[in-house]
């Protein structure tokens, strides 16, 4: 249904507060969609990308109409769920990316993250920052992700491979992900024969699995998520890390791979910021390390869904 | 095209949802089942092409559902695919059963739910093929066996009848000698099917309870719904007493010619519950009457307001209205049952209140339908759905002290789905906290009290919420057994574990033990369901050892956590007595399980 590039998002206003319904309006409008209010039925005759609706407090079962509307009346639609379900935390991603749930009191920074996972599935070439997903990740980077394989094979899974240059080199000379052929690296990995100057992050959805080979070197990767202890993990060997690991994956989890290890004096506010955006996911921890960078360095950002 | 029937065994609606999503297009005709016992009633009324088997279900195991179908012959060969978090790791369980294809992880993608069960399923017609052939042939077997030995006599006669035969055709002579009348009925009896037992797992059919020859005797039912034991009795036409146990409740429903005409209880309390408006008018009622009245009830199951009405302390007018409706409840009580023993007697004269107030009360599948008098609910409406319909009829049902708290019930997640809720009774369940009082939560759903309280006995008397005095519910959470850490890293663990935990529907107290300086009896006195210890504090091998050989923690559950550095350490951890060593970052998830 996109209109010359144009989200459509259809909002179902029934059990919908007005407050929500203005946080879900403000979301759109940054996102740059085109939002349609009205009841089920309505919405069924106009059709929509993506459908947001409401579950009544308590409800844990996604209503049938809802269903219906995504896989018969739009087959291509995705649906965002507002939930008044404290178990929701902050979100969850089901039935292969095509529903998402919102936790309580979602405001217009959380719908519009997850309109940008959801975009950024159904629209990968929305320029460069814009990020990519596929129905178990999402992903993106300060300089372009375009050679990735997207899907990345056929188990969905994805690879991004970092040249992260000698020790002593200055950070802002390593470079950027693109440069290497991710699929290529990963089978070194496997094979113990990577080049001592790269990084690899690897996501196995079909295992819900991170493997993480990250050699001690400049370079950063950090694992990030609200549902973890900590919630906060340095997984590169430069930080004391493990340099290569495999650990489970689990919805939530952001790992963030920076081309350095962020200025001395704004580490602990990035920090201090990275942990209140882990709430919104993905999108919103990539636009906050991407802003506290240098113009020179790069950053790339991967969300379990 | 329809390529075959599924029958999708779990109680989770994401994975319901998940496989709606899975096959839509792809032929398959999905049935859903919440509970092994629905799965059982479902599988027997239209057999599956595949199973697909959560392993741990509300009311039995996977095992227990696949052991079930195999004795069934009609869903013996189904292939069934399992489905558990544990993954493949799990099939070895079900390697005695035949029908077991295979076993997939949880949660699975879509595309390996469609491949296992498309390959369960092309196994399925394989073997199902052969084991067709293979019934088909012990069947005409059996046939042939049974046919000579009725015929044997016959066959005997012959050389006697050739004596006889003379210039006759023999055909005809031996067709009109042998095969009589009597020899081809007996030839009939013999063929038709053996009477089924009536006990065990196994649901028995009306034809078989008419079988039943003996005046009484007694079953039990597990895996398939009391109310198909009431439907059976009902197409069997007979009279008497049966009497259901179930959940620690006993229901004895009087039946006359099959129909269920009459139900009542031993236990005077429950047959009052839910009764608000018609147990005030008991107030006015002498004590003594009153004691009388439910001490016969404990006796004999007479209803109390039976016994009060014939002293007077009870409108007669009332007394089939009241009767029936109480009765009612307790059948509905009873036929939501997944697993119940019985007892049956036949009766030739039902007790005379029964007779003089027993009024017609017939069973349906997942419906009751009742008098003609009755607005006969919606085929679709559920049994708790109908429940909360009629309370919402009746005024307040569960008297509510002032003090009351409320949280939500064991099981509410399974439950809820069953029930179309208001928006005021949603609102409210979203409140419920386990802490707040009915005219505070009254004043958060922004709702009069008048309201609310009847929205929360009613929630409560359908089994949604559960209500306590407020010191009740203190005392109760300060006996719930906390989760004891030992874990340095106070803002990276101890603070959002903290905060995790306290996001729970029951809240779990985290205790310090940094500083005891002595673990064992810092453990012995909190009594916590789980202990977790930071491997890198040192002596964590030690302190198990120590707990675990201490008498007075029993079922301790020992974690322990550790830096990534040291993932290598876990084996040795788990030796020395710890029950999971969980590497960090760890997942919030991990945790969860073992609290819960």
Known sequence: MTTFGRLTVGVATHLVSEATLAEVAEACRRIDAEATFGSLEQLQVSGADILIAALGAGRRLVPDEYLSFVSRCCPEASLLLLCEEALVRPFVSLSEGRVTLVGPNADAETIYHRLRVLLAERAPAYGSGAGQASASWWAAGSRSLAHLPAPADEHGSLTLAFELGFAGELASAVSPAHTLDPKRCLEQVFSNSLDVGTGVLHFAPAEQEWLVCWPNLPGTLWLLSPLRLPPLSDLSGSHGGRGRARLPAASGDIAIALSGPPREDSTRELLRGLAAKASFGGPAVFDAVSASLPSDAWVSVVEVR | ?596
Not at chain 2, 7 to 20: A, N
């Open chain 2, 1 to 596: 095209m329809s390529r075959g029937r599924l029958l999708v065994i779990d109680d989770s609606p994401t994975v319901r949802k998940l496989v709606e999503l899975t096959f839509p297009g792809t032929g398959w005709q999905i049935d859903y089942a919440g509970s092994g016992g629905e799965a059982l009633q479902l599988a027997k009324q239209a057999v599956p092409d595949v199973v697909l088997l959560d392993f741990m279900l509300p009311d039995m195991r996977g095992t227990d559902v696949c052991e079930l179908l195999s004795k069934d012959e009609r869903t013996a060969y189904v292939p069934i695919v399992v489905m558990s978090g544990k993954g493949p790791s799990i099939a070895p369980m079900f390697k005695e059963f035949a029908s077991f294809a295979s076993c997939i992880g949880k949660p699975s993608t879509s595309a390996q739910i469609r491949s296992a069960v498309d390959a369960a399923f092309e196994s399925g017609q394989g073997s199902r093929r052969a084991d067709r052939a293979r019934s088909s042939f012990k069947q005409r077997e059996a046939a042939a066996k049974l046919v000579y030995a009725v015929l044997r006599d016959a066959f005997g006669q012959i050389p006697r009848l050739m004596a006889e035969l003379g210039e006759a055709a023999p055909a005809p002579f031996f067709a009109k000698k042998l095969l009589t009348p009597e020899l081809v009925g007996r030839m009939l009896d013999a063929l038709s099917l053996e009477p089924e037992p009536v006990s065990a797992a196994v649901a028995p059919s009306a034809r078989a309870l008419a079988l039943v020859d003996d005046s009484s005797f007694h079953g039990s039912v597990t895996g398939w719904p009391v109310a198909s034991l009431l439907s059976c009795f009902e197409s069997s036409g007979r009279t008497g007493e049966l009497t259901i146990a179930f959940d620690g409740k006993v229901t004895i429903a009087y039946l006359r010619a099959g129909e269920v005409i009459f139900v009542t209880n031993r236990d005077p309390k429950e047959y009052l519950r839910g009764s608000l408006p018609t147990v005030a008018r008991l107030g006015t009622v002498p004590r003594e009457a009153l004691r009388a009245a439910e001490k016969l009830q404990r006796e004999t199951g007479t209803p109390l307001f039976v016994t009060l009405a014939a002293a007077g302390f009870f409108p007669l007018a009332e007394l089939t209205e009241v009767l029936r409706s109480r009765g009612r409840r307790l059948l509905l009580d009873a036929v939501e049952a997944s697993a119940a023993s019985f007892s049956w007697r036949d009766v030739t004269a039902l007790p005379a209140h029964v007779e003089a107030h027993g009024r017609h009360v017939s069973t349906a599948r997942n419906t009751l339908v009742f008098g003609a008098d009755d607005e006969a609910p919606p085929a679709s409406l559920s049994l708790k759905q109908m429940a909360l319909e009629r309370l919402r009829q009746e005024p307040a049902a569960t008297p509510l002290a002032s003090d009351s708290v409320f949280s939500r019930a064991p099981g509410f997640s399974s439950q809820v789905r069953h029930f179309d809720l208001t928006g005021l009774e949603r609102r409210v369940l979203a409140l419920v906290d386990g802490q707040t009082a009915g005219d505070e939560l009254a004043v958060r759903a922004a709702s009069p009290v008048a309201e609310v309280l009847p929205v929360l006995a009613r929630l409560v008397d359908v089994g949604l919420l559960r209500a306590a005095h407020a010191s009740e519910s203190h005392s109760s959470r300060s006996k719930a057994r906390p989760l004891m850490i030992l874990e340095p890293d106070m803002t990276g663990f101890q603070a959002p574990l903290t905060a995790l935990l306290q996001n729970r529907a029951e809240p779990v107290a985290l205790l310090d033990l940094a500083g005891e300086t002595d673990v064992l009896a810092a453990v012995k006195r909190a009594q916590p369901r789980a202990v977790i210890l930071n491997a890198a504090s040192g002596g964590a091998a030690e302190t198990a050892r120590r707990l675990r050989s201490a008498a007075e923690v029993p079922g301790l559950v020992l974690v322990a956590v550790l830096e990534p550095q040291m993932a290598s350490q876990a084996s040795e951890l788990i030796a020395a007595g710890f029950d999971k060593a969980l590497v960090k970052p760890i997942p919030y998830s991990e945790i969860e399980r073992l609290v819960s």
